[in-house]
């Protein structure tokens, strides 16, 4: 196991450094402006989502009924990151007015159809866990810190 | 948790979500190494169909690869964005680790593998929002997008086996072992009715699992459209809706690379050149020599793409005009102003594909300007940005 572990790890770092290698060869202007995003990348998702996405959990989680915690922990997981992921079509940021055939969907509406979508499934999800649970718990489980 | 938070900078303890665990962890671990080798493979794939080096010959068939290709490639890292968040959400608190400065030697083995993580990271996130944001054709940066998503492809790749041979004990027992805790209920059980007390917890590891494979699929479905026609009502989020002038989209217009005015001249007339010989042929000349009709697909490396019919010249017969040998590269250059992707060079295995056309029509119809009236280039198996548009010269390079 030792010896399958420090190969794989030599042909990682083989592969990483002809990465670096092919990053110095696109010049230093070009590695400024793209160390700008690489730290850029985690600085936005520490600093920020994911601490957020943890106040989110933790209002959520005293808001909302037991039963209806774990389907609204599904739908932040699903409707969250499909919404992260189509920020540029919804935002259109790459529309021409001479191309017409480029980012032609009404994303807006799609946002909303999808949404629409998550909140039904957790709603009949979150109904049908109340059904089931017949007896509701007296000591609180969240799904994030407690205090 | 108020007595925590006197403390401002939290400590892996602070956090305290029973669905965090390394058996989480490595299952959806396993299957963003694979969203992220496939996506690697396929953009090796693209790179080489780009710029193939000499000494390997890219395939003209199946005419559809390139299309299949890079659908695949965009769409694995649509689906690695929610399996990435959830991951990195499931080691969040892993950030918060404080070395133990007393033992000096574990302390640099951990921060040499958190500098490891670290690149890990910033690649991988670097990668995805790079990557959608280009198939969205919006460019917020100043990097060139090609050189550097490649080479940073390479970087997260490789630290992603780096943390594959850090991690392999750990992955190795974690994906042996049960996903949930021992004392843990089922989620959508009732309350015991032996009274055993055991956690019921509000989401199990399970069900989160169970979700991030939902959003990833979901990912998959709303975008995929661009590429699968049968999908172009379900994919709300695809950059196209596979409509455009004659059926097909478009990624630049005539008026955006100024080539208007040289395309609707009455006097076009396209140069086919080898060495010292020359021709020129007028439209009218190209519609009178033999026409071939190809149904080919446009295969964007944005990750859409749509079949049509081609008509038009075989490039072959073109390229016989002037008594081109048959190992011979072939370079197209197109009659627009604007410099980028005025011309591409088709290998001779491309050159001389009997199914390479420069087309004139378009399902039966006169080429739209925007799709390169008088005639483009359409070759099986091709990046579409290398199908040039608008030829005013075909030169064969000896």
Same mark, same amino acid.
């Given at each position: 196991v030792r010896a399958a572990r420090l190969t794989i790890g030599a042909v990682g770092l083989a592969v990483l450094a002809y990465g670096a290698f092919l990053l110095l060869d696109t010049g230093w202007t070009n590695i400024g402006r793209t160390a700008w995003w690489l730290v850029g990348g985690v600085v936005v998702h520490d600093g920020f989502l994911a601490p957020a996405t943890i106040v989110v959990v933790v209002i959520a989680s005293r808001l909302l009924p037991e039963w209806a915690r774990g389907p609204a922990a599904v739908g932040l997981v699903v409707l969250g990151s499909l919404t992260l992921l189509a920020i540029p079509v919804l935002g259109r940021f790459g529309a021409r007015s001479d191309n017409p055939s480029l980012l032609d969907r009404n994303y807006t509406a799609g946002w909303l159809a999808v949404a629409g979508v998550v909140v039904a499934g957790v709603g009949v999800a979150a109904w049908w866990r109340r059904r089931r649970w017949a007896a509701p718990a007296d000591e609180s489980r969240g799904v994030e810190p407690k205090p | 948790m108020h007595e925590r938070l006197r403390d401002p900078i939290p400590r892996p303890e602070s956090f305290t979500s029973r669905l965090r665990g390394p058996e989480l962890t490595a299952r959806i671990g396993l299957w963003l190494g694979i969203a992220f080798g496939v996506a690697f493979a396929t953009g090796l794939i693209s790179h080489v169909a780009q710029?193939?080096?000499?000494?390997l010959t890219f395939p003209s068939r199946p005419v559809s690869l390139y299309r299949v290709t890079q659908a695949v490639h965009v769409t694995s890292g649509t689906i690695a964005v929610p399996l990435l968040l959830v991951k990195l959400w499931s080691v969040y608190? @892993?950030?918060f680790a404080r070395p133990d400065l007393r033992r000096m030697r574990s302390a640099a083995v951990q921060g040499l593998e958190r500098a490891s993580i670290g690149v890990l990271v910033a690649a991988a996130v670097f990668q995805l929002v790079s990557g959608l944001a280009n198939s969205a054709q919006w460019y917020p940066w100043h990097f060139s997008f090609v050189s550097t998503h490649y080479a940073v492809g390479w970087i997260a790749v490789g630290a992603l086996v780096v943390h594959i041979a850090v991690k392999l004990p750990v992955i190795k027992t974690a994906l042996g072992a049960?996903?949930?805790?021992?004392d843990t209920v089922s989620a959508?059980?009732?309350?015991r009715a032996d009274g055993d007390a055991g956690v019921r917890p509000a989401l199990t590891r399970r069900g989160l699992l169970r979700g991030t494979w939902l959003a990833a699929g979901a990912a998959a479905l709303l975008t995929a459209g661009a590429a699968v026609p049968a999908l172009r009502k379900v994919s709300?989020?695809?950059? @196209?809706?596979?409509?455009?002038p004659q059926g097909v989209p478009i990624n630049h217009t005539a008026t955006e690379v100024r080539v208007v005015p040289a395309a609707t001249d009455p006097d076009y007339r396209l140069t086919v050149v080898r060495g010292a010989t020359s021709l020129s042929l007028s439209r009218a000349d190209l519609e009178a020599m033999p026409q071939s009709s190809h149904s080919l697909p446009i295969a964007c490396v944005e990750g859409w793409s749509a079949s049509g019919v081609w008509g038009g010249v075989p490039l072959r017969d073109l390229l016989a005009l002037v008594d081109a040998p048959d190992d011979a590269d072939v370079e197209v250059v197109s009659m627009q102003e604007k410099s980028y992707l005025k011309t591409s060079t088709l290998p001779a295995n491309f050159a001389h594909d009997p199914l390479t056309l420069l087309a004139m029509t378009l399902d039966g119809e006169a080429l739209s300007i925007d799709h390169g009236y008088p005639c483009r280039l359409i070759a099986p198996?091709?990046?579409?940005?290398?199908?040039?548009?608008?030829?005013g010269q075909i030169e064969v390079l000896s």
């Open positions: - | 710029q193939t080096p000499g000494w608190p @892993r950030l049960p996903l949930e805790p021992a959508d059980q009732g309350d709300v989020f695809a950059i @196209r809706s596979g409509g455009g198996d091709r990046p579409g940005v290398l199908q040039t548009k608008w030829v």
